[in-house]
Nanobody, 121 residues
Framework: QLQASGGGLVQAGGSLRLSCAASGRAFSSYVRSWFRQAPGKEREFVAGINWSRGSTYYADSAKGRFTISRDKAENTVYLQMYSLKPEDTAVYFC????????????????WGQGTQLTVSS
């Protein structure tokens, strides 16, 4: 129901856009977010967007470099990433929270399968 795509190998300083398409469910009243998980680390919040209002939320590590947006017609959320760093290397997951914005994975009910981003130095 959530299909993440767009990951790949990028050089440091480069940019990339991730997509997360939803199908089979409206999710129109919920918050959609991006998380990431690097090897040996916990899954962490990156950015979120309130689907109906368009309000956006960012982790400190993402502020000023990443932009989350949505396309209601395509039922898709995007994460545009600029000035990528090697420490951004992780598997990126999209997720849907049904009870409002949450910064911890436990607050999310639906998850996509993840897409790998590798940033080379």
């Amino acid at each position: 129901q959530l299909q993440a795509s767009g990951g790949g190998l990028v050089q440091a300083g480069g940019s990339l856009r991730l997509s997360c398409a939803a199908s089979g469910r409206a999710f129109s009243s919920y918050v959609r977010s991006w998380f990431r998980q690097a090897p040996g680390k916990e899954r962490e919040f990156v950015a979120g967007i309130n689907w109906s209002r368009g309000s956006t939320y960012y982790a400190d590590s993402a502020k000023g470099r990443f932009t989350i947006s949505r396309d209601k017609a395509e039922n898709t959320v995007y994460l545009q990433m600029y000035s990528l760093k090697p420490e951004d290397t992780a598997v990126y997951f999209c997720a849907v929270a049904t009870k409002g914005l949450a910064y911890e994975p436990v607050g999310y009910r639906y998850w996509g399968q993840g897409t790998q981003l590798t940033v080379s130095s």
